[in-house]
């Protein structure tokens, strides 16, 4: 793998580091932590929708059955429950069935955290 760094990149960390093929073998290392990518990935992809991003909203203050996120959302049974089996899927939230109901509940608190920053950044506008 080492052969498809340009020559331009290896003179560059020849210029840079004392020892460049150990610099160049922790890049690979950090380039190839595919899982620990695909995992963040399923979380944005999950938070970059505006009902997933308000069913997170909704529940904030507690567990919900499906049947209040559809009042919340104003949006049929089937779309709320596909924006939940994506939450669910990126383990932001969690579910409980109780008889014939099933509840959501935030599934760790970092994801309050992340709704929180991204409100912290997407500033006034």
């Not at 290896?10 to 073998?25: A, H, I, K, V």
């Not at 089996?85 to 935030?106: H, M, S």
């Amino acid at each position: 793998m080492t052969d498809t760094v340009p020559e331009s990149t290896r003179q560059t960390l020849e210029r840079l580091y004392e020892n460049p093929e150990d610099r160049l073998t922790s890049l690979f290392e950090i380039a190839e932590d595919d899982e620990q990518v695909d995992a963040q990935v399923m979380v944005f992809k999950a938070l970059a929708n505006e009902y997933r991003v308000r069913i997170l909203n909704a529940l904030r203050d507690g567990e919900m059955c499906a049947c209040e996120l559809q009042v919340v959302l104003d949006a049929p049974q089937s779309t709320v429950a596909s924006h939940l089996r994506e939450l669910n899927d990126a383990g932001l939230v969690k579910k409980r069935r109780q008889g014939k109901w099933t509840y959501y509940r935030i599934g760790d608190t970092a994801a309050i955290q992340l709704l929180d920053m991204a409100a912290a950044l997407g500033g006034d506008r």
